[in-house]
């Protein structure tokens, strides 16, 4: 009996310290010793990032982040407008071609935090600036120069006619088109919590993070000719009025990461420090 307790003991034995050890192992960071790139998916679009330590609980990281859409509205989708005529006619007209696009990007450079020992924390603190495309939505109306025409108007005097929907009135412009678009603030703040590394411990790893970027100045709406009213349909339920009217605000984002380490840490053992 005593030679099976003295067997159970050792491998009990054995087996704390191995676990110990692999508990204590933990990857040398020191300034850019290692790199890690991530593909994420977020409430702002797709993107791509690059993290690299600058001490052992501090990484420096470069993020950009695009979402293009590109919408065709059948002109069997859209209401009919009214078009007023030089000397006041007014004329249904048949529904415009629209065509709306969404196409942001995003740059941000951030420095996160990792507290803890060795800057072990599976939790990390971020902060930083941003920097954004101005003109990221619009949408065009395209309406029919021939039907104007068959009125004996001239281009000139087609480029005078006025449009009346349900969301405002505007001068036809050259082309027989109307483009309006959102305009949005080039530069903001970051402010960001994560779970999961920046470098992960091992080849891949995932994180998840909450950002509040702030930004600085105001959203502007344009509408080519415009005279009273909104903007194009399309504006209006992606980017609300009161955004419009503020000089700094705060649109929270979430985003999801898959990252991949770069290259081998350097692993120190604690316990063969004490040995």
């Not at 960071?29 to 998916?41: G, H, Q, V, Y």
């Not at 603190?125 to 001239?154: A, C, H, M, P, R």
């Amino acid at each position: 009996m005593s030679c099976v307790a003295a067997t159970v003991l050792s491998v009990s034995l054995c087996m704390t310290l191995t676990a110990k050890t692999k508990r204590d192992s933990i990857p040398v960071r020191t300034p850019f010793s290692n790199a890690a790139l991530s593909l994420d998916i977020s409430t702002w679009g797709a993107g791509i990032s690059a993290a690299t330590p600058v001490h052992k609980n501090f990484y420096l990281k470069l993020s950009y982040t695009a979402l293009p859409v590109f919408v065709r509205t059948p002109m069997s989708e859209t209401g009919f407008p009214l078009a007023v005529l030089p000397g006041h006619k007014i004329i249904e007209m048949p529904a415009p071609d629209t065509r709306t696009a969404l196409n942001s990007h995003i740059v941000r450079l951030t420095a996160d935090w990792v507290p803890g020992n060795e800057g072990r924390s599976v939790f990390y603190v971020s902060g930083g600036i941003l920097f954004q495309n101005s003109k990221f939505l619009w949408s065009t109306e395209e309406y029919d120069t021939d039907l104007l025409k068959e009125f004996g108007l001239s281009d000139a005097e087609i480029n005078d006619v006025h449009i009346i929907n349900d969301y405002g009135e505007y001068i036809l412009g050259n082309d027989s088109k109307v483009e309006s678009s959102l305009h949005r603030p080039n530069f903001g703040l970051y402010l960001g919590v994560g779970l999961g590394r920046p470098i992960p411990k091992r080849r891949v790893g995932f994180r998840v993070e909450l950002g509040f970027p702030i930004f600085v100045g105001r959203t502007a709406r344009h509408t080519d000719g415009w005279v009273s009213g909104n903007a194009s349909t399309i504006l209006i339920p992606l980017w609300g009025k009161s955004v419009e009217n503020r000089s700094v605000f705060i649109s929270p984002v979430l985003s999801f990461h898959v990252t991949f380490k770069l290259y081998n840490d350097n692993i120190r053992r604690k316990t063969a420090e004490t040995d």
